[in-house]
């Protein structure tokens, strides 16, 4: 089965060209030109990632990135002409997965769209739940438990919690953590690593400053703190 992705920019010399490459290449692809609409194709049509431009003409892209994780923790690529790193890091503290600046290749987008679903297929390899003292991760079903609650988890933080988790009291560096997360092939500041695991910790609620679940190794990297059951 073609995965499916949105493609959500008001430009439709741009929505075209993204949705001609990724066609090429065996993606089943929808468009929408507005926030509103891209929210209610998400909800519709469950496509597997989405392409969200920024700059929007009625709802801004980080609020339609709130909206859609309100309800949705399908993989989200920002596209943005602004290429400072505040913007980045606010996009990807509210659920993104990647990012893409204009201007920018279609192919690059393309690959980096394929890095990204490649990672979620790979988040699955480990098959058996992974139970530890009070909180519980399914590769096979993506939950994960904490005490009898479900945790929800967008797909980027569900695959950084089981690349920790499969290895407690392991050390991971950003970088080791950027390769088997995001992909050997991304290309960006590996400082978001630590925005997505400040975002773990919230909905884990782990306290940074004294963790239970997700320690912090100084000028080194993170490592899981439980232990399996």
Known sequence: ?????????????????????????????AEATTGEDAVAQVRRWAPDLVLLDVMLPDVDGL?????I???SDVYVVLVTARAEETDTLVGLAVGADDY????????????????????????????????????????AAREVTQGDQPVRLTALEFDLLIALGRAPGRVYSRQQLLEQVWGGD???????????IRNLRKHLDDDAGAPAIIGTVRGVGYKFLLEPR
């Open 1 to 29: 089965m073609a995965w499916r992705v949105l493609v959500v920019d008001d430009e439709p010399g741009i929505r075209r060209v993204l949705a001609g490459y990724l066609t090429a290449d065996g993606f089943e692809v």
């Open 63 to 67: 609020e339609v990135l709130r909206r």
């Open 69 to 71: 994780r309100m309800f």
């Open 100 to 139: 893409v600046t204009k201007p920018f290749s279609p192919r690059e987008v393309v690959a980096r769209v394929k890095a990204v679903l490649r990672r979620g297929r790979g988040s699955a390899s480990t098959p058996t739940r992974l139970v530890f003292d009070g909180l519980t991760i399914d590769p």
């Open 186 to 196: 991304f290309y960006g500041d590996e400082r978001v690593v630590d925005v997505h």
